[in-house]
Each structure stands twice: as structure tokens, then as C-alpha cells.
């Protein structure tokens, strides 16, 4: 029998990571999942295969669902981890090792509600599991050993590349790859927006912008690849391209995205005073 792997918590982001370990080879029914909506409960065991309970006023499924767990994944809002982890911290297995995904929460945080000793892992992981093509960034918490640790990479490694950083650079990780395919996605808008402009259709205009950057993704993904390289087998010189990157350039693109990440990781440092304060 597989080791039992719980996710409380399972929107966009547990989603994601849930597909990614399926498709990676876990069976589903070592797996259990909460939500808060039976409806949704419903949607992720009918789609999944995976045992889903929903945890609410009228039952407690949460505490039922972490009993016997190996791995204990906390994929709810920054907000709900604190009253979360407080909620199951007597019914965890005292060796279950948890694993936050939550943006902002500090590991002092989490093991500040949970029993003194729990294992505990925060990580930064980013919608892209779900296809395979994820990045995630663990860091371990100070009862956590190299065993714990190892629990924690086996969720995410099949489904993308998962690197240690230390606790410290997890709200930079957070605004690049964490906030990062919302970039991307932002790019293709603003793409077929300009393709609109020149008077495409707009379903035209949605084929180009989306098709474009999903190929260069492809590209991105080949070993070796290096995104100053691709572009410049794109950027003929004296042609076309040239001027829209000096475009891009006149017009602070690289600053731009540099400030957008910078408010990103601030906001994520600001949250985490808010959840100090509670
Ligand atoms: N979205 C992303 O790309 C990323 C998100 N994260 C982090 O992931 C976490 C979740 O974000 P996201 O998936 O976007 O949010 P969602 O709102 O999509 O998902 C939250 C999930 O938590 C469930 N939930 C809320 N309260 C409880 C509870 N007490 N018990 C059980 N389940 C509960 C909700 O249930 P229901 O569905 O029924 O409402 C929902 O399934 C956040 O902490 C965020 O910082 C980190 C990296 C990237
Ligand atoms: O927007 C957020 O707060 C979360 C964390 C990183 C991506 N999404």
C-alpha cells in the first residue's frame, strides 16, 4: 500500500500539484483531498479518482482526513494556514510531514501551530505542475531531517524541477516562478490585444498570441536551451523584430517587469507581517 498523501485545500494550486503527482504515477487512492464546497468535493473524485471530503460547519473531514497520512499538504489561502494547522496539529501522526504551499507564511509560522517537533516544509510551487513543467522551491523547517525533506520532493518531482533555497528567498521565488505563468499569460493578452489593433479577428488574434508563446515555451523546455539565444535566432538584423525589442527596450520593458516582481515579493513580505499580527 502507498504511503497516504493529503491535500487540505485543493483549488488552482492543490489542482495542479494533484494532476502532476497522478500523471507522475501515484495512485489515486493513496490519496485524500478536502475543500470546503461538496461540489466541489464531488468534481475532484470524479475527475481524479482520489478519495474527497468536504471540510466545513457540518463535518470536520479535515482532522478524519490527516489520520494516517505520510504527507500533509496545506493548499489553502495564506489566511486559513494558521486556524488550519491548529485544527489538525493533535490528529497528525507526529513523524506526517507538512507541507505548506502557501505564499508568505514563514515556516515559524506554520510550526508555531502545529505541535513542537511536526516536520514541516514550506514550498513554493507554480501552476505548471499540472502539464509537467513546474518549478518548486522547498525549504525546510528546523525539525525537519533529510527523510522529511525527501517526502517533499517525491510530491513535486515528477512533475517539474524542484530546488532547496533557503527560507529567505522564498518571497523572490514567489514573484518569479510562483506569480511567473501569470506573466506569461498577461503577455499573450496584451499580444492579441496588439493583434487586434492591426483589425485580426479576435479568435485570430487569441491563435497567434497564445499559439506563439506556448511554442517558444516548447523551445524553452529543450535541453540547453537559453532565451537570450532563441531570441536572437529571431531578431534578423536590420529586420523586423530588431525594432520591437528596441521598442521594448526605449520603453523599459526590463523595468517594468523588475518593478512588477519587486511588488510582488513586497506584497508577499507584507502579508506575512498581517499574519504575525493576528
Ligand atoms: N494559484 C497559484 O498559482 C499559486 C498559489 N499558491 C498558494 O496556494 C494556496 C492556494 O491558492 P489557490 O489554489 O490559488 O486558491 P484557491 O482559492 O483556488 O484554493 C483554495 C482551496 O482551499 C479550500 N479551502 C479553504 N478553506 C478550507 C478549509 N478550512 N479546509 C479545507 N479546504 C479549504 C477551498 O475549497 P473550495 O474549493 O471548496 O472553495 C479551495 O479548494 C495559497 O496559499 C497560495 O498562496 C502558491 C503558488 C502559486
Ligand atoms: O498570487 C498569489 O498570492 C499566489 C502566490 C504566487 C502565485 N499566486
Do not use: W
Not at 485543493?10 to 485524500?32: F, H, K, R
Not at 471540510?55 to 504527507?71: D, H, I, L, Q, R
Not at 505542475?129 to 513535486?156: M, P, Q
Request: with cysteine; hydrophobic share 45%; proline share 5%.
Amino acid at each position: 500500500m502507498s504511503k497516504k498523501i493529503v491535500f487540505l485545500g485543493c483549488g488552482s494550486m492543490g489542482e495542479a500539484i494533484l494532476t502532476g503527482l497522478l500523471s507522475a504515477g501515484t495512485p489515486p487512492q493513496s490519496v485524500t483531498v478536502t475543500v470546503r464546497r461538496a461540489e466541489r468535493a464531488e468534481e475532484l473524485a470524479q475527475r481524479h479518482g482520489v478519495t474527497a471530503l468536504a471540510s466545513n460547519e457540518e463535518s470536520n473531514a479535515n482532522t478524519e482526513a490527516v489520520a494516517g497520512a505520510s504527507v500533509v499538504i496545506l493548499g489553502v489561502k495564506p489566511v486559513g494556514i494558521a486556524a488550519l494547522c491548529r485544527e489538525i496539529a493533535e490528529h497528525l501522526d507526529p513523524g506526517a510531514v507538512v507541507v505548506s504551499v502557501a505564499a508568505a507564511v514563514s515556516l515559524e509560522q506554520l510550526e508555531g501551530a502545529l505541535r513542537p517537533g511536526q516536520p514541516v516544509v514550506r514550498s513554493m510551487p507554480n501552476t505548471p505542475l499540472k502539464v509537467g513543467r513546474g518549478v518548486v522551491a522547498l525549504s525546510a523547517g528546523t525539525t525537519a531531517d533529510e527523510h522529511d525533506l525527501a517526502a517533499a520532493h517525491e510530491i513535486f518531482d515528477g512533475s517539474g524541477v524542484v530546488l532547496d533555497v533557503p527560507e529567505d528567498q522564498q518571497d523572490a521565488v514567489s514573484a518569479i516562478s510562483g506569480s511567473g505563468p501569470a506573466y506569461a499569460f498577461y503577455l499573450v493578452e496584451a499580444m492579441a490585444a496588439a493583434a487586434q489593433e492591426f483589425g485580426l479577428s479576435a479568435e485570430t488574434s487569441q491563435v497567434l498570441a497564445r499559439e506563439t508563446v506556448a511554442g517558444a515555451g516548447l523551445m524553452l523546455a529543450e535541453p540547453g536551451a537559453d532565451a537570450e539565444a532563441l531570441r536572437r535566432g529571431v531578431t534578423s538584423p536590420k529586420g523586423t523584430t530588431e525594432q520591437a525589442i528596441a521598442t521594448f527596450e526605449k520603453l523599459g520593458l526590463p523595468g517594468i517587469v523588475s518593478a512588477g516582481a519587486k511588488a510582488a515579493a513586497a506584497r508577499a513580505a507584507e502579508i506575512t507581517k498581517e499574519l504575525a499580527a493576528q
